[in-house]
């Protein structure tokens, strides 16, 4: 490949990373709008329902049509889903409960969690800089969670556990992905989602445990209720969206090299800062400027570091 055509590719795919993180700063928005009406698994329930077949109509026919549900790793894409399901629930837990742009900074973390994984499941090597810039990493999340103190939230440690079940799934997903493609584990997630949140729904759906939650939870136990006709485009842009930056991200780290696709991911920040501002009127106070800084400054150094190295351990918070 020429330098040209290097280059080339590597726009197009900074160009679906730049996408991709619009696609789920849209969803991010979308779940924390419809949190105050709607139980954490019916949301996830109807995200998948529109997901799905647009999936199918959409996308399913240029991936060589029903040969995407084939597979030699049923029980690995299943340990995978649930990662994803839980991930995911974990997340829109905290972006339910937290300012938008809190929520989201401490997720970014997950590229720290990556390399610490790496080292442990894959027994990689990591040098002192990128422990350095862990350790700094980790730092900015003290900054913004605040243990130990009045302003403490424990929702604050949602976003961290599905930082760390997506790492995990990261791990699954580079072990599986000679022989599986973006697009078969695209639609094992999205049947993860449809068949755990259709049991939760199920079994608690009727607000049995309704009120057993703390206030700032009570999302995750509530009952299912009715859709209001106004918020079935929401639900349509969560599908959608949530999809979407599932395979535009995919496509990105398929073209481009990873050191050029993944700062694009971290464009979701500063979208996030504006939906609080713009839509939740909440704006990060000094600390949390602080936090953020060093989150987003410790994951582009690792970025940056694995990029000199040759590997893509680091790579972005990639929700698959």
Same mark, same amino acid.
């Given at each position: 490949?020429?330098?040209? /055509? %290097?280059?080339? /590719?590597?726009?197009?795919?900074?160009?679906?990373?730049?996408?991709?993180?619009?696609?789920?700063?849209?969803?991010?928005?979308?779940?924390?709008?419809?949190?105050?009406?709607?139980?954490?698994?019916?949301? $996830?329930?109807?995200?998948?329902?529109?997901?799905?077949?647009?999936?199918?109509?959409?996308?399913? @026919?240029?991936?060589?049509?029903?040969?995407?549900?084939?597979?030699?790793?049923?029980?690995?894409? !299943?340990?995978?889903?649930?990662?994803?399901?839980?991930?995911?629930?974990?997340?829109?837990?905290?972006?339910?409960?937290?300012?938008? !742009?809190?929520?989201?900074?401490?997720?970014?973390?997950?590229?720290? $969690?990556?390399? $610490?994984?790496?080292?442990?499941?894959?027994?990689?090597?990591?040098?002192?800089?990128?422990?350095?810039? %862990?350790?700094?990493?980790?730092?900015?999340?003290?900054?913004?969670?605040?243990?130990?103190? =009045?302003?403490?939230?424990?929702?604050?440690?949602?976003?961290?556990?599905?930082? /760390?079940?997506?790492?995990?799934?990261?791990?699954?997903?580079?072990?599986?992905?000679?022989?599986?493609?973006?697009?078969?584990?695209?639609?094992? =997630?999205?049947?993860?989602?449809?068949?755990?949140? +259709? +049991?939760?729904?199920?079994?608690?759906?009727?607000?049995?445990?309704?009120?057993?939650?703390?206030?700032?939870?009570?999302?995750?136990?509530?009952?299912?209720?009715?859709?209001?006709?106004?918020?079935?485009?929401?639900?349509?842009?969560?599908?959608? =969206?949530?999809?979407?930056?599932?395979?535009? %991200? /995919?496509?990105?780290?398929?073209?481009?090299?990873?050191?050029?696709?993944?700062?694009?991911?971290?464009?979701?920040?500063?979208?996030?800062?504006?939906?609080?501002?713009?839509?939740?009127?909440?704006? @990060?106070?000094?600390?949390?400027?602080?936090?953020?800084?060093?989150?987003?400054?410790?994951?582009?150094?690792?970025?940056?570091?694995?990029?000199?190295?040759?590997?893509?351990?680091?790579?972005? @918070?990639?929700?698959?």
């Amino acid at each position: 490949m020429t330098q040209v /055509s %290097i280059e080339r /590719s590597n726009l197009v795919g900074a160009l679906c990373a730049f996408t991709a993180a619009l696609c789920f700063s849209l969803n991010d928005v979308a779940i924390k709008f419809v949190s105050d009406g709607y139980a954490l698994h019916q949301v $996830v329930f109807l995200r998948a329902l529109v997901g799905i077949p647009t999936f199918l109509i959409l996308v399913m @026919p240029f991936f060589g049509g029903f040969r995407v549900f084939r597979t030699r790793r049923p029980l690995a894409h !299943a340990v995978r889903g649930l990662c994803v399901v839980f991930a995911n629930s974990f997340l829109f837990l905290g972006l339910a409960a937290l300012p938008i !742009a809190d929520a989201v900074a401490i997720f970014f973390v997950s590229p720290l $969690v990556i390399t $610490v994984f790496s080292v442990i499941f894959l027994r990689e090597r990591v040098g002192a800089r990128r422990w350095a810039a %862990i350790a700094v990493g980790f730092v900015g999340v003290l900054l913004i969670v605040k243990p130990g103190t =009045s302003a403490f939230q424990l929702a604050s440690v949602f976003p961290m556990i599905a930082a /760390s079940l997506y790492a995990v799934m990261h791990i699954i997903a580079r072990r599986i992905g000679d022989t599986e493609s973006a697009a078969t584990m695209a639609i094992y =997630s999205q049947s993860c989602f449809l068949v755990v949140s +259709a +049991a939760i729904g199920f079994s608690i759906g009727d607000g049995k445990l309704a009120g057993l939650a703390p206030d700032d939870l009570d999302f995750l136990l509530r009952a299912w209720a009715p859709v209001d006709m106004a918020d079935i485009p929401i639900f349509i842009l969560l599908g959608v =969206s949530g999809l979407a930056g599932v395979l535009f %991200i /995919s496509q990105a780290y398929r073209l481009s090299e990873a050191a050029f696709a993944a700062p694009f991911e971290y464009v979701s920040m500063p979208m996030a800062i504006l939906w609080g501002v713009t839509v939740f009127g909440t704006w @990060p106070d000094a600390v949390a400027w602080a936090g953020i800084a060093l989150i987003l400054g410790s994951g582009l150094y690792l970025v940056w570091r694995e990029s000199r190295k040759g590997t893509h351990v680091a790579d972005g @918070p990639v929700r698959r």
